[in-house]
């Protein structure tokens, strides 16, 4: 069964660009594909028509590789989490979730982008219905939180929670980086820390190939200050606050959506600082 | 040898002629009997829908058809609703608008899907047209309600503002008192997607109040269930109607209210919403449940007693969305109750839970397909299914002209024998000889893929997913299906080979997307370099193709035909392959 499918993740056949014996023989058989000169080997069949034979397999044009024969190469960044045994193809995940999800995941059906195929809204509105019961305290501690501020927003009355209210963007939500025009989307429901959502930020900000020439450092420096770029969020009431001063579980209850912000230009962004900045928010559209 | 006609019409009347003409297919027909004809069709073709907007230019357009007052625009591939496509990949509306502003101060309607719409497309649309009337935006996304408010207080005959499953950025729910209080021409209205926690529901109220119009009202989750009495209280003429929240604690008074209220709406057929819903204000709705033709309670967390309550007051419903809650029993009663179901939806309450929650499997579906005779288009989340139960869906139910089944675990096989779907999807396109959509899934070999090359032959849409043993399998589709348009395949075992044998077979459809496969850059290469008229799109966040080995796999690759030309709009991860040189950024 294992040898039939072409898209295996991780696991026993070893990840990335690997040495193992498995991996070799694909290469093999890669180059050997790849030696045939372009005009035999990858023909055109510009003369078949639309309306021809149905079902039948013009066979002298050429073998029809199979599976064997043409097995995907591992790429680098597989799942590392996947093990050999699951038949889920070892899809990359798109670049928001390429970290590797340590901390385990239910099934291996959550590890594969846009797999089942249900819409954001959609999966949203079920994540709301399956947590709306469980933050309660976050929410009541909140509430604690906001009667010590200064200069809160003037909340309208229908603002107090319910218990089943809507949670916000839980799910995807919207990045941006000062800088940078094209915004990004993340999964929050695939980060259960700080680290890993920073993890996944840096990935596709500042090393991606087709970002803006910025050279910047390896590690995560989002969050503890020391890069030229800091982390920071908008909340459910529309207040740009630091990311990572609030437990994890409460940020996600109240984040909106997320900015990477220049330091020099966060400067006064306090953690318990309110700032209702539109001309902030209108440049990042 | 030009033989002068003895009975050629005058212009006036061929366009009399033609207008009795709608759809779009037939308008192309009719544009290529003669030259004649094309050219009086052209000047009075009311109504454009360009299937995807890099096929073709604005100015392009405008040119063929100077005079039309619609336009229906189609954005990015379908798998962007699954997060398939990365943010930034295109289908940029502004373009178009400004083209048009410059040359249509008439035009009345604006159809958009999945294209990105930003404020200034609003405003320019707000300031452009002085007589427009239609704004449909579905699955759109990059615009405020800023740019709603700017539409809202220039567009004095605006029928139908229509945003559904948009993603709008939610700065403020005043935008609905920019509508100014002489402004009463609306129809439609579907503001479902907002989210803002505040909606001002005065302002919602005052404008539903002066409405006499109003049809159509889709209310977004933010209304509370006890605010809605008071809306559908000024418009019992409502046609269809989609609810806020459905929960509140319970009252009488409330409850008494609403229930009133709604009974007084004569003329609602349709009713969607739900979100939240507590089961003891669902009889509210009884008294209305058996005029309804369409019920959607996919965002309806209750449980199945509730919903087969509720179902059953409905015997004349033709289309129904629910979530599994519904069970395959729910299922058996539907199927008892709704002789004209024309149209099922079932989601998934808990799509990543290793276990079921629910108890919904085949059975349900083929209690559905043998019950509603008229049933035709169906898309079902299961988690097991078996050959023979879909021989026997494809059999009882020859009339499916949509079919789109997911079984959530990717591979799953027959639960009964072990063995691969390709028989029961076999059946289904032998069967269902009208089928148009397909989507598949569940363990298929290349064998499925020669049942639907075989018999599929009015097949327009295909999805497929994890399925597939070699190129012959992608080669069956596309060497066999004539009516294909939209092919759409994730993490199959297909290479090059297939694609490039069939490569003609491109030029005939709208559009091929091909995800996680085998198909290498040399092959997308070749591709763009030998069919100029396709424009190959290799979509790789990973760094640019050329920076790996040719027979390296892509990422995705995204092939339309397009007399456009290749695009010029396209972010750092996304490369056309070009006849010139190959390889260009953007």
């Given at each position: 069964m294992e040898g039939g499918l072409v898209l295996l993740g991780g696991g026993a056949n070893g990840g990335g660009s690997g040495g193992s014996s498995g991996f070799s023989t694909n290469e093999s058989a890669m180059s050997e594909a790849s030696s045939y000169p372009a005009e035999t080997e990858l023909e055109l069949g510009l003369g078949l028509s639309i309306g021809g034979p149905t079902g039948k397999i013009n066979k002298a044009s050429g073998r029809i590789l199979t599976a064997k024969d043409f097995p995907v190469p591992r790429r680098a960044?597989?799942?590392?989490?996947?093990?050999?045994?699951?038949?889920?193809?070892g899809t990359k995940r798109a670049a928001d979730q390429s970290v590797p999800h340590d901390s385990g995941s239910p099934t291996a059906t959550s590890q594969v982008v846009g797999w089942p195929p249900i819409r954001s809204y959609r999966m949203n509105s079920l994540v709301n219905n399956n947590q709306a019961k469980a933050p309660r305290a976050e929410e009541e501690h909140k509430g604690i939180n906001e009667e010590e501020e200064e200069d809160k927003a003037i909340k309208d009355g229908s603002k107090l929670k319910k218990p089943n209210e809507n949670l916000g963007h839980i799910g995807f939500i919207k990045v941006n980086m000062d800088g940078i025009r094209i915004g990004r989307k993340v999964n929050l429901n695939a980060h259960s820390s700080y680290h890993s959502l920073a993890s996944a930020l840096d990935n596709m900000f500042l090393r991606s190939a087709g970002a803006e020439k910025q050279q910047l450092t390896m590690p995560s420096k989002l969050l503890d200050g020391s890069s030229e770029f800091v982390l920071t969020y908008e909340d459910k009431e529309g207040d740009w606050m630091l990311v990572g001063d609030v437990p994890w579980m409460m940020f996600l209850t109240s984040v909106r959506r997320l900015r990477i912000m220049k330091t020099s230009e966060a400067?006064?962004?306090?953690?318990?600082f309110h700032e209702r900045n539109r001309t902030q928010r209108s440049k990042l559209i | 040898m030009h033989k002068k006609m003895a009975f050629s019409f005058p212009d006036e009347v061929l366009e009399h002629v033609f207008s009795?003409?709608?759809?779009d297919k037939d308008r192309n027909a009719v544009s290529m009997v003669c030259k004649s004809w094309y050219e009086i069709e052209r000047w009075c073709r009311r109504k454009v829908f360009v299937g995807n907007c890099y096929a073709v230019s604005p100015r392009m357009v405008i040119r063929r058809f100077p005079e039309f007052r619609s336009i229906e625009l189609k954005g990015k591939p379908h798998f962007a609703d699954f997060n398939l496509v990365p943010d930034g990949w295109g289908g940029y509306v502004f373009p178009w608008i400004a083209e048009m502003a410059g040359a249509y101060p008439w035009l009345e309607e604006i159809r958009l899907k999945r294209m990105v719409v930003t404020d200034e497309s609003l405003e320019l649309i707000a300031k452009s047209f002085k007589n427009f009337k239609v704004l449909v935006l579905s699955s759109c996304e990059g615009f405020s309600t800023d740019g709603l408010a700017a539409i809202a207080a220039s567009c004095k005959n605006l029928k139908e503002l229509d945003l559904r499953d948009c993603e709008v950025d939610d700065l403020s729910a005043h935008w609905l008192s920019h509508f100014p209080e002489t402004y009463t021409s609306l129809v439609s209205l579907n503001i479902s997607c907002l989210g803002s926690d505040e909606a001002s529901f005065s302002a919602l109220e005052r404008l539903v109040r002066r409405c006499t119009n109003l049809k159509t009202l889709r209310l977004n989750r933010a209304v509370p269930l006890d605010k809605i009495a008071n809306i559908l209280r000024h418009a019992p003429q409502l046609v269809e109607f989609g609810t806020g929240t459905y929960t509140a604690d319970v009252r009488p008074d409330v409850y008494s209210d609403l229930a009133g209220v709604l009974s007084s709406c004569k003329e609602l057929k349709s009713l969607s919403g739900f979100w939240d819903v507590i089961p003891d204000y669902l009889p509210a709705i009884y008294p209305v449940c058996s005029k309804l033709t369409s019920l959607n309670l996919s965002y309806a967390t209750i449980q199945s007693p509730d919903l087969i309550k509720l179902v059953s007051h409905c015997p004349n419903l033709q289309r129904l969305l629910v979530l599994d809650y519904i069970e395959d029993s729910g299922l058996e009663v539907l199927a008892s109750s709704c002789k004209d179901l024309q149209e099922l939806r079932v989601f998934p309450s808990d799509p990543f839970g290793a276990e079921p929650n629910v108890s919904l499997t085949e059975q349900g579906l083929v209690a559905v397909s043998l019950g509603c005779p008229k049933l035709q288009s169906v898309l079902y989340f299961c988690r097991r299914m078996s050959n023979e139960a879909l021989v026997t869906i494809a059999r009882s139910r020859p009339n499916f002209t949509r079919f789109r089944l997911c079984i959530i675990e990717p591979k799953t096989a027959d639960y009964l024998t072990l063995e691969p779907l390709d028989v029961g999807f076999g059946a289904i396109v032998q069967y269902c000889k009208d089928l148009r959509r397909l989507s598949l899934s569940g363990l298929l070999t290349d064998r499925v893929f020669e049942y639907i090359g075989t018999y599929?032959?009015?097949?327009e849409m295909l999805s497929v997913a994890?399925?597939?043993?070699?190129?012959l399998g992608l080669h069956h589709v596309l060497s066999g299906c004539e009516s294909l348009r939209k092919l759409e395949i994730r993490d199959?075992?297909?290479?090059?080979k297939a694609l490039l044998a069939n490569a003609a077979k491109l030029e005939t459809m709208r559009s091929l997307w091909i995800s996680s496969c085998a198909v290498s850059f040399a092959a997308c290469k070749l591709l763009g370099q030998k069919m100029p008229r396709l424009n190959v799109e290799v979509i790789d966040e990973r760094g640019p193709p050329d920076s790996r080995p040719e027979n390296c796999p892509v990422d995705k690759l995204y092939i339309y035909r397009s007399i456009a030309g290749p695009r010029f709009d396209m972010p750092p991860f996304v490369w056309t392959m070009d006849e010139d040189s190959g390889l260009r950024l953007s």
């Open positions: 960044s597989m799942n590392g989490g996947t093990p050999p045994s699951v038949t889920v193809s400067n006064g962004l306090a953690p318990r | 009795f003409i709608q759809s599929a032959k009015k097949l994890f399925a597939g043993d070699s190129d199959c075992p297909f290479g090059d």
